[in-house]
């Protein structure tokens, strides 16, 4: 289950997933702020949890571990949040306005054993 503290050497990660069809026709800048506004509205949004706390701790700033993917396009985007939804794993998809465009999602900090399966598939993004 999402909710378990997993090992404790385990590092935590956060998992950002870009849209390969939008980084291939945006600017760069703008598909980087879209990325930043789905790790910072996740962040925000379990601000209270553990992982989140311990993640953004003054002790882990300079160690953060972020990992960033890419899949094709909008639907397998939405099959991604739904797979981790439907596995209580939190994150946020990001819906650019007021376009109403699903852009990217990103996880909540976890260890990185609890979520990296679900991200085993997807290439790193370039």
Not at 8 to 18: A, G, R
Not at 93 to 98: G, Y
Request: hydrophobic letters at 35%; proline letters at 6%.
């Amino acid at each position: 289950m999402a909710s378990d503290m997993g090992n404790s050497e385990d590092i935590l990660v956060q998992y950002v997933v870009m849209r390969r069809d939008l980084i291939e026709s945006l600017p760069m800048g703008s598909i980087i702020t879209q990325g930043c506004h789905a790790a910072d509205a996740v962040v925000w949004m379990h601000r209270e949890d553990p992982h989140t706390s311990k993640y953004c701790g003054d002790d882990n700033l300079d160690k953060m571990h972020k990992v960033t993917l890419e899949v094709k396009g909008e639907a397998q985007l939405i099959n991604l949040s739904d797979k981790l939804r439907g596995s209580e794993i939190a994150h946020k998809l990001w819906i650019e306005q007021p376009e109403n465009i699903p852009t990217c999602l990103a996880t909540k900090p976890y260890p990185k054993t609890l979520v990296a399966p679900f991200f085993k598939k997807l290439k790193l993004c370039k």
